[in-house]
């Protein structure tokens, strides 16, 4: 099963909105057939081990990352290939919480007369996938919330200066997550302030796509996501009656949501919109004010602090009023860990949300 998850991951950021998935048949305690999901449309890595395998497939054991699918979608269900192989034994990692899946095809196994194991390395698994299996499970966007700031917490000086206050090594490894997620998002005030690209730039990936929530000011037509969208990525989010999910048309492709209770564009129908457009995961950049209203919306799933070693003073706070009066009622991490990045540190952890 180790081996499988290493496999599994090397489809990083290249299957989505399908799950990275690694596979391997093993006859006589040797590894006969391996692989993994390379892209979205593509074989299945249950497919592509059995297909390595061949007829040594037969009478031996399946090990996969995620429960074989049953159903039919781009591809055939990988369920009646594995029971057309001969396999006696399945072993997987987690069930597929897709409701056309979730145990189904555990059961279509079983009643072939497989055997059928799971459980075995979940919580690896687990994290492996986290953007799928939120996503499936909550019906909405992973969120990731990536900062970066120094050690007194400001993210700019007073005049709006921030480059560079994360290191080289930390500003990589952002590139390595945003060629990772299927999108990243910004608000309108920040795309006035840095003018940034977010594409992928100091690493190999593909680009994200960009989301810009728009506020009352008209953007510049000069900004880079704007003038410079070859790809026809960037997704302006503006307040309105009509709504678009549309990826494939327009620069920038417009979304329209409804304001919330304080007049700001609301950040569920946004992740909405996100979701049904096939968009696994977000990565939110910046700036305060988005970021203090996902927190406040208790919509981040895991939040990634790049903190460099320097002391700014009177600048731009990383987050906003989040009105809690009492220490107790603090967002807390129910799993974390910190690590050096360069120069710099950097936590990740994941909100324990009561």
């Known amino acids: 099963m180790k081996r499988a998850l290493d496999l599994a991951s090397l489809g990083r950021g290249k299957t989505s909105p399908n799950p990275m998935v690694g596979a391997v048949v093993v006859k006589s305690g040797r590894i006969v057939g391996e692989g993994h999901h390379r892209q979205a449309g593509g074989d299945h890595a249950e497919i592509v081990a059995l297909k390595k395998a061949g007829a040594q497939s037969r009478g031996g054991t399946l090990y996969v ?109 952002v590139h390595v997550l945003r060629s990772e997620v299927d999108a990243v998002m910004i608000g309108a005030e920040t795309a006035r302030a840095d003018n940034p690209k977010l594409t992928v730039r100091m690493v190999r990936g593909r680009n994200p796509y960009r989301i810009i929530v728009a506020g009352k000011r008209k953007l510049p037509q000069t900004l880079k996501l704007l003038s410079q969208d070859g790809d026809r990525k960037t997704i302006l989010v503006q307040k309105g009656k009509t709504s678009s999910i549309t990826l494939t048309s327009g620069a920038p492709i417009i979304w329209s949501v409804p304001a919330d209770r304080s007049g700001q564009a609301d950040l569920r129908a946004i992740l909405d919109q996100a979701q049904r457009a096939g968009i696994r995961s977000i990565m939110v950049e910046g700036g305060a004010a988005l970021a203090t209203s996902f927190l406040r919306a208790k919509l981040v799933d895991k939040m990634i602090v790049f903190t460099a070693p320097m002391v700014i003073g009177d600048g731009i706070s990383a987050i906003n009023q989040l009105e809690i009066g009492r220490v107790k009622n603090a967002i807390t991490f129910h799993k974390y860990s910190i690590s050096a990045s360069g120069r710099d540190w950097v936590f990740v952890g994941y909100p324990k949300w009561k």
Request: net charge positive; charged share 25%; hydrophobic share 35%.
């Open 65 to 173: 990352t995620l429960e074989p699918c049953c159903h039919i979608g781009r591809t055939g269900p990988c369920c009646d290939a594995i029971v057309e192989a001969g396999i006696k034994r399945v072993v997987y990692a987690v069930k597929d919480p897709d409701t056309r899946v979730n145990g189904k095809g555990a059961r279509r196994l079983s009643k072939a007369g497989i055997q059928v194991i799971g459980g075995v390395l979940t919580e690896s698994a687990e994290r492996l996938n986290e953007y799928y299996l939120s996503s499936v499970r909550l019906g909405r966007p992973f969120v990731i919330l990536k900062l970066a700031q120094s050690l007194d917490g400001r993210i700019a000086t007073k005049s709006g200066d921030s480059h560079w206050i994360s290191g080289e090594e930390s500003r990589s490894t």
